[in-house]
């Protein structure tokens, strides 16, 4: 009768079995390995966690810029390896400190509008940071009302001190920062990804930290979802890497065990589910099941 999955494949193959099926629940806030258009045709709804992790996730994003600028990863080693009075040492002086420049007044540029960045931008505003953004689904109005400037996305990449990955993954978006876009960036800018790793040309990204394209990077997921201790980004100093965790709170950690089966209730209930992804099944819905929610 209900289905939960964490990103595992239900094709139309699948999902064209699913005799009793009603409701799909994906554990993820990632969806791409459900096909959704054929849920829809057959009546089933499909339905994940949003928002379960919204605030955690835009303080992780404001950490790592903060940890960004005043070189905190960075400084920690040094102190670990010895060097808490060598402030005038090579080392710490002109090897890590500079390029430092006060947060205050630099530009923060979101790719993508949704509930992250809209939770991220007053407390960005907070330290006063200007805030610009490229989301092309998003109307006019929403910028407006959180006081954030709209920008093509090659206007992003150049104006931008710092470029956080906020949006919702598409497999049309995969690899949409690469080498030419890092090359867009100013030298001074830094790159933070708390949204899913295949935005961005792992590859290319070593490169242009490597070579001084960009300042440097904080990422909490990765490509492959996992990082092997030989990972070719461990060997580079200006990239902070958190192993997925932007999400973590005890609160979030609550809210999506207990979210599939709210959902469930719902259904059961005859009530539609409150974090339906295809919102155009109710039709079929209706129809296959011989009843309105």
Known sequence: DFVITFRKPLTRKVIEKLDRCKMIFNVGTGYEAIDVAAATEHGICVTYPGGYCTEEVAEHVMALILACVRKVTRLDRAVRDGQWHSYARR???????????????????????GRISRSLAPKAKGFELRIIAFDPYVPSRIFEEFGVEAVTFDYLLENSDFVSLNAAFTPEARHMLGMEQFRRMKPTAYLINCARGEFIDEQALYLALKQGYIAGAALDVL????????????????????????????????????????????????????????????ENFNRRWGKTL
């Open 91 to 113: 080392e710490i002086r002109f090897q890590i400190l500079p390029p430092m420049l006060l947060l205050k007044g630099q530009t923060l540029g979101l790719i993508g509008f």
């Open 223 to 282: 490509q492959e979802g996992r990082m092997a201790s030989d990972h070719p980004l461990l060997q580079l100093e200006n990239i902070i890497i958190t192993p997925h965790t932007a999400w973590y709170s005890e609160q979030s950690v609550d809210k999506v065990s207990r979210r599939p089966y709210e959902e469930i209730a719902r259904v059961i209930n005859r009530e539609w589910p409150q974090w339906l992804i295809n919102p155009e099944v109710r």
